[in-house]
């Protein structure tokens, strides 16, 4: 099992990332603020109006590290990242199985079941942290309503007849469905600082509020490195099979975060909220109405988010122990061993 590396978070505005041999540089206004050596980096992510040296990017492209540009709040712009890797068979299949519609349902059934049961367990959760709360009702019904989604989702794929919909098309209406009542749900599950984080529902372009800013970026540092995990093991992260093709968007990548959404940024955002490890006076809103964070909460949450992945998890399918920042990786595997065909069907992570 690859070992877990660290990723390099760059946030200072006019920062300039230069290569000294085989170590990076982290400069601002001409100091060097930070010295690392190549071999314990998995990727960089600059924010803002950060550079890097073409020597840098050289040494980067040769080293298998991704470099990301994301605005300041955490919207990808663009990456950097070294020659395509892989066996290309394993990503003609991969284009083969996105082409065929059925097969293509047959994956994102699996991947949206593991969303819905994860977003289960969390509501679950809240339940055994709080059973005596006002929201329990409203949260053990929520946990019944998934249950039966997913029932339905378990059920025999119809086919498409008679002007019914495909099988793909009733994945994403039950995704939607699990959706409606998970985040209908979402603000029982904040119990500290009420009147600086609420949630009414979910806004993304842009974040409406406080809870949904914080939400936005976390969920963009997951699909980083899942897009980078997709690349390790030599599969292409645009071409997804529940999220069709797009120009620029990562469709494969946003299929395999779907399972982490729930476990590994949800429950982080509630954990910094709750325990009021971030502020509310660490947003501002714009004339437009955007929520954004301010540097200092910016950088609370990336720590948070590196610690968090520095935790242990046993993992339900491989029945090992490993770090959770490693997750990405593993189901990456995973979904190249099914389309091998070393699998006869993907295996989704379910939190336990």
Same mark, same amino acid.
């Given at each position: ?21 085989e170590t990076v540089l982290v400069r601002v206004d001409h100091e060097t603020k930070l010295r690392l050596p190549i071999h314990t980096l ?18 980067? $492209?040769?080293?298998?590290?991704? *470099? %990301?540009?994301?605005? @300041?709040?955490?919207? /990808?712009?663009? #990456?950097?990242?070294? !020659? ?32 819905i049961a994860n977003s289960r367990n969390v509501l679950m959760r809240a339940v055994r942290d709080r059973p005596e709360s006002d929201h ?47 985040? $209908?749900?979402?603000?029982?599950? *904040? %119990?500290?600082?009420? @009147?600086?984080?609420? /949630?009414?529902? #979910?806004?993304?372009? !842009? ?105 242990? *998890? ?19 595997m995973l979904m190249a061993r099914h389309l091998r065909g070393d699998l006869d069907g993907y295996p989704p992570f379910i939190w336990k």
């Amino acid at each position: 099992m690859r070992r877990l590396l660290n990723t390099l978070y760059v946030t200072s505005q006019g920062a300039y990332l230069a290569r000294e041999g085989e170590t990076v540089l982290v400069r601002v206004d001409h100091e060097t603020k930070l010295r690392l050596p190549i071999h314990t980096l998995d990727g960089i992510v600059c924010f803002g109006q950060v550079s890097c040296s073409p020597p840098l990017m050289q040494l980067c $492209g040769q080293r298998n590290v991704t *470099i %990301s540009f994301l605005s @300041e709040n955490g919207r /990808f712009w663009a #990456r950097i990242q070294g !020659p395509v890797s892989g066996n290309v068979l394993l990503r003609r299949e991969q284009y083969r199985r996105a082409d065929d519609l059925d097969r293509s349902a047959e994956i994102a059934r699996s991947i949206v079941l593991a969303k819905i049961a994860n977003s289960r367990n969390v509501l679950m959760r809240a339940v055994r942290d709080r059973p005596e709360s006002d929201h329990t009702p409203a949260l053990e019904g929520g946990v019944r309503q998934l249950a039966n989604i997913m029932g339905d989702l378990r059920l025999p794929a119809r086919q498409a007849s008679a002007g019914g919909p495909a099988p793909l098309d009733l994945v994403r209406g039950r995704e939607g469905e699990a959706a409606k009542v998970y985040f $209908g749900l979402f603000d029982h599950l *904040i %119990s500290g600082q009420k @009147e600086a984080f609420f /949630f009414n529902e #979910r806004s993304r372009r !842009p974040p409406l509020d406080n809870m949904n800013a914080l939400l936005s970026f976390l969920y963009t540092l997951v699909v980083h490195d899942v897009s980078s995990a997709l690349e390790t093991v030599g599969l292409d992260p645009a071409v997804g099979f529940l999220h069709r093709d797009r120009p620029g968007r990562p469709g494969l990548a946003l299929d395999l975060m779907e399972e982490f959404r729930p476990y590994l940024a949800d429950r982080l955002a509630l954990s910094l909220v709750n325990r009021q490890q971030i502020k509310g006076k660490g947003f501002t809103r714009t004339e437009t109405g955007a929520v954004l964070m301010d540097d200092q909460t910016r950088k609370e949450v990336l720590v948070s988010y590196q610690k968090r992945k520095q935790e242990e *998890i046993r993992h339900p399918f491989l029945d090992e122990t490993i770090q959770l920042g490693l997750l990405p990786l593993v189901q990456a595997m995973l979904m190249a061993r099914h389309l091998r065909g070393d699998l006869d069907g993907y295996p989704p992570f379910i939190w336990k």
